[in-house]
């Protein structure tokens, strides 16, 4: 057998219980069927595929496909094997659904499910109003993506696990039609740390400062409260269908506004009381900033509240010529 089954085995330690690579479970290649790339993921190309749970069924899954490319350092063998453990541990509504892997030979791959509404900032920056017509989301359907997110996270902080890259581009939805769920659906950011106890992807380019409290871009301090802090900035991803943080700031910028106690603005046609929750995920302190319990009651509230139910999306205007968006 090779180094992924011999070299490395690290184990790997969730809610309680420590699992390694012999729990993954096998997909034999032959039950799947890869047919169009999705993109590029960390890794290698990601696919869209089926898989047929027993041969002969007629019976196929839609399912997305991670490609570990034969040619890998044994560094991104033991990323890819971590991150197959830590999605074969979650089981949660809001979090991807890890289906198996194929890692007995190369190409090595890790199934999960395929959600076929695309991710999150792609839907939302296709969402925006047009001239010709209005956002066909309601203020409602963007609550009900927040609540989504913040479920997952909820779940992720009652299991001590930290995400560290809480961003609408890396949730994904069910369908881009009513009746979406929003889960989270990569783990490339909590893999890396996991596996090294430094960031070792190079410095601060890798890092997602727009999404990071002073705390983690300062001191590389990461609690559940680092997330908190990185939901906020979601919030106000969807808030503003899709915009860039902190549009036309570049990161050495947006570190010294934020630690001298800048903060987003509200989006256009924000609701107050939405607003309100994002600041206090952005308290300077992170034992002050709320747990996600706290902030998925908060936003119960909003859902309830008449007055941020019926609030207007933001009808058409022109995006500032300076939104250039880099992700
Ligand atoms: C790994 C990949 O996973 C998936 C992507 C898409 C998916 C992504 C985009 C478009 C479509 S779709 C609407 O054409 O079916 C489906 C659907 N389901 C997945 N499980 C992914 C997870 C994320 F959290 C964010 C982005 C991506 N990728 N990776 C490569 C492209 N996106």
């Known amino acids: 057998s ?6 490395y085995n690290p184990n790997y330690e969730f ?10 479970k096998e997909i034999p290649r032959e039950q799947l ?10 890794f290698g190309e990601v696919y869209q595929g089926f898989f047929r749970h027993r041969i002969g069924d007629a019976v196929e899954m839609p399912v997305a496909v991670k490609t570990l490319p034969e040619l890998s350092s044994t560094q991104a063998e033991t990323d890819f094997l971590m991150e197959a453990l830590i999605m074969s541990k979650f089981n949660h509504p809001n979090i991807v659904h890890f289906i198996g892997v194929c890692f007995d030979k190369h190409p090595r791959f890790i199934v999960i499910e395929l959600l076929a509404g695309g991710d999150l900032k ?7 109003p047009k001239p010709d017509r209005a956002s066909p989301l309601t203020m409602k359907d963007l609550l009900i993506c927040i609540v989504d997110v913040a479920k997952g996270c909820k779940y992720m902080e009652e299991n001590r696990f930290i995400h560290r890259d809480i961003a609408a581009r890396n949730c994904l939805l069910t369908t881009k039609g009513p009746g979406r769920v929003v889960k989270i659906a990569d783990f490339g950011m909590a893999r890396d740390i996991y596996r090294a106890d430094y960031y070792r992807k190079g410095g601060k380019a890798m890092l997602p400062i727009k ?3 002073p705390e983690a871009f300062l001191d590389g301090i990461f609690t559940t409260k680092t997330d908190v802090w990185s939901f906020g900035v979601l919030m106000w991803e969807v808030m503003s269908l899709g915009y860039m943080p902190y549009t036309g700031c570049a990161n ?17 046609n924000c609701p107050p009381q939405l607003y309100a929750i994002m600041t206090q995920c952005w308290h300077p ?9 706290l902030i998925l009651e908060r936003l119960g509230y909003c859902m309830q509240d008449p007055d941020v139910i019926r609030a207007p999306l933001p009808v058409y205007a022109k ?9």
């Open 252 to 268: 050495r910028e947006v570190m010294s506004l934020v630690t001298s106690g800048g903060r987003l603005e509200p989006p256009t």
């Open 122 to 128: 792609t839907f939302l920056r296709e969402s925006r």
């Open 2 to 7: 090779d180094s992924m089954m011999t070299e």
């Open 33 to 42: 069927r890869l047919v169009k790339a999705l993109g590029q993921g960390a």
């Open 285 to 293: 302190n992170p034992e002050e900033r709320p747990s996600f319990s």
């Open 211 to 213: 999404w990071m409290p």
């Open 319 to 327: 995006p500032p010529s300076s939104e250039r968006d880099t992700t």
């Open 15 to 24: 809610g309680g219980n420590a699992i390694s690579i012999k729990d993954l």
